[in-house]
């Protein structure tokens, strides 16, 4: 353990300067500029299309990230996988940011065409809309107790709970729109499902690993 944790020169040039808080206004700036610059160069409901395309991929990045982080780390541990565990609650925070982005392009379409957006809905099993619910629920509470002075607040179960509940309901979303778009679009959307579903096995995989290291200690 003591050489794994010895700073090495690539992990003091590993973007010294973007860590922590700066690493997640940083991201969900560029997030929010570079999805609104696609979106007003493609114009209307296209544009507002475009957006939610966009963030919807920076989100789920984002949130398998921070959902991997700690068993990436326990299973292939090296530089680049220690700054995303140091970097989890950022990047968590700023998956919470690209969906509140992500959030305001589906408001923004439906402004632009509410007769598309009701058709959409009654293709859209009614489940589907009810999980999405329960998930925003649970990424506006997991990022506001992602901040010192409300976690110091509560007990360590509790906030532990809600956010081990909370990440796998989160990406039981995920699963659910790419695996009902996998359908439909196997060739382009095949591939996120297998991600999506790989980061499930990385996390079994990693907490596996963890309770066999705690009974060898």
Do not use: C
């Not at 398998?64 to 996988?81: E, G, K, V």
């Not at 940011?97 to 392009?105: K, Q, R, T, Y």
């Not at 402004?111 to 629920?137: C, M, N, Q, W």
């Not at 990424?139 to 409300?150: G, K, N, P, W």
């Amino acid at each position: 353990m003591a050489i794994i944790d010895v700073p090495t020169k690539a992990s003091r040039n590993l973007m010294p300067q973007l860590t922590g808080w700066r690493l997640t206004w940083v991201l969900v700036l560029a997030i929010a500029v570079f999805a609104t610059t696609v979106a007003v160069a493609a114009g209307g409901v296209a544009g507002a299309n475009e957006g939610i395309r966009i963030t919807a991929r920076t989100s789920a990045v984002l949130f398998l990230l921070a959902f991997t982080a700690s068993a990436a780390y326990r299973l292939w541990p090296n530089d680049a996988t220690k700054w995303v565990r140091r970097n989890r609650r950022y990047l968590g925070v700023a998956f919470a940011g690209s969906h509140l982005v992500h959030a305001g392009f589906i408001v923004a379409s439906v402004v632009l065409s509410s007769a598309r957006f009701k058709a959409g809905v009654e293709r859209t099993p009614h489940a589907v809309y009810v999980l999405d619910t329960i998930a925003y629920g649970f990424i506006l509470a997991m990022a506001i107790t992602s901040f010192d002075r409300i976690a110091k607040q509560m007990q360590y179960a509790t906030w532990r709970r809600l956010h081990v509940i909370g990440s796998y309901v989160i990406w039981l979303t995920f699963f659910v729109a790419y695996w009902r778009r996998g359908i439909t679009y196997p060739l382009f959307y095949g591939p996120f499902l297998l991600i999506i579903l790989a980061a499930l096995v990385i996390r079994s995989v990693g907490k596996v690993k963890r309770k066999h290291a705690a009974a060898d200690d």
